[in-house]
């Protein structure tokens, strides 16, 4: 009798601890919740086990061209990847069907290559196969709309960049009319859209979708927004004076990004284009005073030929790389410093050509992470990693593993994991309907020995917050050495499945 009243004791003690999920839109009430003694679930020895599978939608252009049609299908998707490149590749290999056309008509298109789909901020930029080449301009912008439509559904991007082999093709012969970052349209019918976007530009402005690169404020690569641009210059030249006018006046979604150069004033001449081959590039030709601004502004030479390079090979319809000379020297190589992959790897550049691949490693994301703050609760913060890591749950919890930085979107703040816990004591991550599954080490209970109520419920819930900021995740369970223990300090009960905690979130 007495073990029973000990264990009701328990119990009743957890419905305290544990909260519900609710809603942003509803109020911050806490749905108590109380986890089963014991779980059904299987602690994971790995991370191979990330796969579910959901309903999603495909558009496809109608058999007679004039406007697309969704397609319903089950798609297998990651839990620790975004889903756009498995949305992609479902999109570009669908057959023809009842009353639809396959998207490439009689060609057949495919991804670039295997990190052809990039995922920053809300846009995503998807690199087609050479094949794309064969496509008429008005077959190419069918293609770019379905992506954007077939992307967009979730809402969580709201643009799509479309390239051929890492380069913008533009949307005529000539390769001067942009195509600009698609959005998703679903009501007007194709010839409408192609009319508008296809008309020539004649004189007056013109304001198209543009995707801008800026230096991150970790300093270790580049973020990137899309936004309007209006563009009195029909030439290539003349708009990339635009895009470098862009980059000066700074990001309007990322405010903790250091500030550029005012580029216009260190241009020694207007950009000019250049051709080797059959190859275009955009030339820009700096005074020598450019590095001292950079140095000034605490960017990287490699983090603003990244930036540069991604924002004007991504708009510039017919620009395969640009060559950048400051004062007497071309640059011909760069050596990153502090980056998350490549630092201290020398980039090497064929006649000085940088494209748009050269910096695959440059390109963040950023993630939503929670950490203690000074009234007792947690404080989400940004925090750019790479783009590919942004919705890995063992990437997040190594990120809170390393505590707060000095380049997240809030200072001031504590990290909420035990000091000394590293990755290695993560033995394995998996998902499993709508729950990540954490099997930490026993040093995850050694470590917390000695944490106050407070400690303990901040470090479950920094873990819990965070991996519930990922789309297909609701709740999270975690394991000791394969088992779920019934506590790790003694306050909170550890078994069963954890919902996020709003309450405990303060600005």
């Known amino acids: 009798m007495n073990h029973r009243l000990a264990l009701l004791c328990l119990l009743l003690s957890a419905t305290l601890a544990l909260t519900g999920c609710v ?3 509803a109020a911050r009430t806490t749905q108590v919740t109380l986890p089963p003694a014991q779980t059904r679930r299987t602690a994971p020895e790995n991370d191979a086990r990330q796969s579910y599978e959901q309903t999603v939608l495909l558009y496809l252009p109608s058999q007679d061209g004039t ?3 969704v397609v319903p299908q089950t798609a297998s998707l990651s839990a620790a990847r975004h889903s756009a490149a498995a949305l992609c590749e479902m999109l570009l290999a669908q057959p023809a069907g009842e009353g639809t056309a396959p998207v490439g008509g009689d060609i057949p298109l495919s991804l670039a290559d295997t990190d052809a789909v990039e995922v920053s901020g809300q846009t995503a930029t998807v690199s087609l196969a050479a094949s794309a080449l064969r496509l008429s301009h008005e077959q190419l912008f069918t293609v770019g709309q379905a992506l954007a439509n077939t ?10 960049n479309v390239l051929i082999s890492g380069a913008q093709p533009g949307l005529n012969i000539a390769a001067t009319l942009p195509a600009g970052s698609f959005q998703s349209n679903t009501r007007e019918e194709l010839a409408a859209l192609w009319a508008r976007a296809s008309a020539p530009l004649n004189g007056g402005r013109r304001s198209f979708a543009v995707t801008l690169y800026y230096p991150a404020p970790s300093g270790k690569g580049i ?3 899309t936004r309007s641009l209006s563009f009195a ?5 003349g708009m990339a004076l635009t895009l470098l006018d862009a980059l000066t006046a700074g990001a309007a979604s990322l405010p903790n990004a250091p500030k550029c150069p005012d580029f216009r004033s260190f241009l020694r001449e207007a950009p000019t284009l250049g051709e080797t081959g059959g190859v275009r590039r955009l030339v820009l030709r700096f005074t020598d005073e450019l590095n001292g601004a950079l140095i000034s502004a605490g960017i990287t030479r490699s983090v603003m030929m990244a930036s540069l390079c991604c924002t004007l090979t991504t708009f510039l319809p017919g620009i395969e790389g640009i060559e950048v000379q400051i004062g007497d020297e071309r640059i011909n190589t760069l ?3 502090g980056t998350y992959t490549g630092a201290g790897e020398m980039i090497s550049f064929t006649d000085g050509m940088m494209r748009r691949r050269d910096f695959s490693g440059f390109l963040l994301a950023e993630c939503a992470l929670y950490f203690s703050n000074a009234q007792g609760g947690l404080t989400r913060v940004f925090r750019p990693v790479p ?12 990120q809170l593993m390393l505590g707060p930085q000095p380049f997240d979107s809030q200072t001031g703040l504590s990290s909420t994991l035990p000091q000394g816990l590293r990755s290695a004591d993560l033995l394995g991550v998996s998902y499993e309907d709508g729950a990540m599954l954490l099997n930490f080490s026993a040093r995850l209970s050694s470590l917390s020995q000695g944490l106050d109520a407070d400690a303990e419920r901040g470090m479950i819930y920094s873990i819990v917050n965070t991996l519930c900021e990922l789309p297909p995740v609701k709740r999270a369970a975690f394991f000791v050495q394969g088992e779920q223990p019934d506590s790790l300090a003694g306050a909170i009960y550890l078994p069963g499945d954890f919902l996020p905690n709003l309450d405990l979130i303060h600005p």
Do not use: H, M, N, W
Not at 233 to 237: E, F, I, L, S
Not at 388 to 398: D, G, Q, V
């Open 335 to 337: 050596t990153p410093s």
């Open 223 to 225: 973020l990137c927004e």
């Open 23 to 25: 809603s942003p839109e």
């Open 67 to 69: 406007q697309l049609l």
């Open 233 to 237: 210059a029909q030439d290539a030249a």
């Open 387 to 398: 783009f590919y890591e942004a919705l890995s749950a063992r990437s997040l919890i190594e």
């Open 151 to 160: 992307l967009c559904q979730f809402g969580d991007l709201q643009y799509v």
